[in-house]
């Protein structure tokens, strides 16, 4: 069964500074990988997804994310944070190889932004 | 604004009660999703209906049920309701079941229903 590993339930940045929020997945076939973001008292929603087409996937809001086989790894960035960023970030997974679409969420990181 | 909505945004009830959450999908999607989310367990997958059937279940309690229409919105029925029931209820919906990009894989989540049981 695949499953998602989010290094670190809190990350702190200043404005300005790179943001890195790192995950790691677990999967028995070829995964289908998603950043989903949630504000405060909102529902989910995509950031970016990897579908195998392209290693380093660009995504809303000046988001990117790269996809590393060798290191099971789908680590999100951006260059310079902006305080509207602040907030949780879940990293997901899906085994489309398989037909199995419903995703499994890491157990999100939450990304603070200090002036 | 996803195009998935949710009702109601918010329902407080007592323990041994029976709810129902209602979830309308973007126009054109066929599959609806049902997700929970509490601090303890995090975002967990339920249930998945496409065009009206079941395809795939999760974590789901059988004291929960789920239902597709066909006008394609769909119903999370939650009874004897318990405390540790209390979470934030997602639905979100997508073209397809399965299959690659081209299928519209990505799943659109709405507000959720946040649920208090006392």
């Known amino acids: 069964a695949q499953s998602v590993t989010q290094l670190g339930s809190h990350v702190s940045v200043s404005e300005g500074a790179l943001v890195l929020l790192r995950c790691n997945y677990s999967?028995?076939?070829?995964?289908?990988l998603f950043w989903y973001v949630q504000y405060p008292n909102q529902g989910l929603q995509l950031l970016l997804k990897?579908?195998?087409?392209?290693?380093l996937v660009k995504g809303i809001n000046g988001f990117e994310a790269e996809f590393k086989k060798s290191e099971t790894s789908f680590h999100l960035t951006k260059p310079s944070a902006h305080m509207s960023d602040a907030a949780e970030y879940f990293c997901?997974?899906?085994?489309?190889?398989?037909?199995?679409?419903?995703?499994?969420f890491g157990k999100g990181t939450r990304l603070s932004v200090i002036a | 604004d996803s195009g998935v909505t949710q009702t109601p945004k918010h329902l407080i009830t007592a323990t041994g009660q029976r709810v129902t959450l209602r979830c309308s999908p973007r126009?054109?999607?066929?599959?609806v999703y049902w997700y929970q989310q509490s601090l303890d367990q995090g975002l967990q997958f339920l249930i998945q209906?496409?065009?009206?059937?079941?395809?795939a279940k999760g974590n789901i309690l059988e004291r929960f049920s789920a239902q597709q229409f066909p006008d394609l919105h769909s119903e999370l029925n939650l009874s004897s309701l318990e405390l540790g029931d209390s979470a934030l209820y997602f639905c979100a919906s997508s073209v397809g079941a399965s299959g690659g990009a081209k299928a519209g894989y990505e799943q659109y989540f709405g507000p959720g229903t946040r649920l208090t049981v006392t």
């Open positions: 999967s028995s076939v070829p995964p289908y």
């Open positions: 126009s054109g999607d066929l599959s």
């Open positions: 997901a997974v899906s085994d489309l190889g398989s037909g199995n679409t419903p995703l499994v």
């Open positions: 990897y579908t195998s087409a392209a290693t």
């Open positions: 209906y496409y065009n009206g059937e079941e395809r």
